[in-house]
């Protein structure tokens, strides 16, 4: 069975920092892209970071550039979305997504992050 699990999301003040995990299971995690996407109430999806099967490649998106990083560990079948100087505008449900073309795609059922005082 595929799985993939969003952890870490909370509450944060702005400024903070918080460390997003996904967990996968159920299919071969190294093969796979992985993206962290974002939806905020009444907002589109939005992708806000991607990394390549072999962590050779990292896109990000303009809003988060310098304060987001994504990673992964293939031996543990994790990738994470480190997210530093948070603010108000990055509240959302931050969804994990793992991709190898446009039909083997899984999707994790997301974690909620909140910036606010």
């Known amino acids: 069975q595929v799985q993939l699990v969003e952890s870490g999301g909370g509450l944060v003040q702005p400024g903070g920092s918080l460390r997003l995990s996904c967990a996968a299971s159920?299919?071969?995690?190294?093969?796979?892209?992985i993206n962290w996407y974002r939806q905020a109430p009444g907002k589109e999806r939005e992708l806000v970071a991607t990394?390549?099967?072999?962590?050779?490649?990292?896109n990000y998106a303009d809003s988060v550039k310098g304060r987001f990083t994504i990673s992964r560990d293939n031996a543990k079948n994790t990738a994470y979305l480190q997210m530093n100087s948070l603010k108000p505008e990055d509240t959302a449900v931050y969804y994990c997504?793992?991709?190898?073309?446009?039909?083997?795609?899984?999707w994790g059922q997301g974690t909620q992050v909140t910036v606010s005082s």
């Open positions: 997504n793992a991709a190898l073309g446009p039909i083997h795609t899984y």
């Open positions: 159920g299919f071969t995690f190294s093969l796979y892209a």
């Open positions: 990394i390549t099967r072999a962590s050779g490649t990292l």
